[in-house]
């Protein structure tokens, strides 16, 4: 952050600040934190009806909108005239907050992937797809984009390079031309190895992409015919054969090994429990299940259970710790549900950290314990805990740095900033 306002390179004739700069750096680098706004969550019944108006605006560094269409003539589009109400009161928080920086998705997990192949085969659609994204950004206040393809076949493998490739030229031209920042370019990638290796050549999209979110979770669920976490950080003491590639440090590590710099990995997390209906009296990982556990009292879908939903259930169950894996499951009758806590959440930020990764990123801000009303832990337990790790622990380096530097520079106005 510091040397965001303060040039590395002006800095480097000074033989001691040179060493300083580069380690505030390192030390001050894996604090972005990003969160999704999912507009579904809008329509939901009573508590949790979650809109942009229940959003904090200092709480994450980067919102995302989730989702905008694409048309049948391949152009960035909203799916109705009420997210465009939402673009703009999403924009305007940053009235609240001038630090904060909002992007715009594209995609997600119910999403017509037709519609990304067709749109990337060909460089006159891309083009069309590209200048209409541009234009919808910047008409509603948008920083960038988050390209949510899940995902590229390997027939479209070249195309979303390509794609990648050529957003990037465009936000390059755009902000030359404009004297505006330009527009930040950011993809929701696979934490699959078998799809990374089918979807994407990592050391082209790395290039042109300032980050790549990495969905480490669901790598388990109740689709599943026995229980697992859906977000283990480790492998686990039962996996076997390629399920040894179902975690999140394997992900992570993965990207890497690809080409992928640390700094612009973001890893996810999930503001959610995944639970199973147990199938027999065992109850650990690894025990038979029967397909998904309840629906979520507020959100409504067999097995997801938001994570003031998981609230409710914990209060009746025992919480247990997987240890190789470090994250927590309960079980409540026959109901078995994975899940993160402050204390794992905690561990996932120092890997983070330990690896000098971008940060994190959650999906998503309406699972939260929004209201503080179901937790016992305050108003947005989950994800305040991670900005107090992640935004708040970066700013303190700053802050000694500045007594360090100010040993050799004179404070200007930038300085008042810090
Ligand atoms: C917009 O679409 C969403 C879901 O696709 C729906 O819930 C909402 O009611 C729609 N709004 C309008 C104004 O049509
Ligand atoms: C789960 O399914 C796999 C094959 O898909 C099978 O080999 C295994 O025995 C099943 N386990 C249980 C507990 O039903």
Redesign the pocket.
Known sequence: MLCELLSCANMSRLILTAGLCLMIISLASSSMLVCYFDR?AE?RAAQGEFTISDIDPKLCTHIIYTSADISSTNELVP????DLIDYKSLNRLKTRNPQLKTLLSVGGVTFNIQKFSKMASTPTTRSTFIQSAVLQLRTFGFDGINVDWRFPGPGDKQAFTMLCEELLGAFEDEGIQTYRQRLILTASVSAEKAVISASYEVPQIATSLDYLLVLTFDFHGPWENVTGHHSPLYQGSQDTGNNIYLNTDYAMRFWQDQGAPAQKLIMGLAAYGRAFTLASSATGVGAPANGPGEEGCYTGENGFWAYYETCLYIQRGQIEWIAKQEVFFSVTEDQWVGFDTQSSLAIKVSYIKANNFGGAFVWSLDLDDFRGEFCNQGINPFIRFLSSELILGAQKVPEIMAWELSRYFKPTSTWQQI
């Open positions: 579904s329509t799916f109705n005239a009420s």
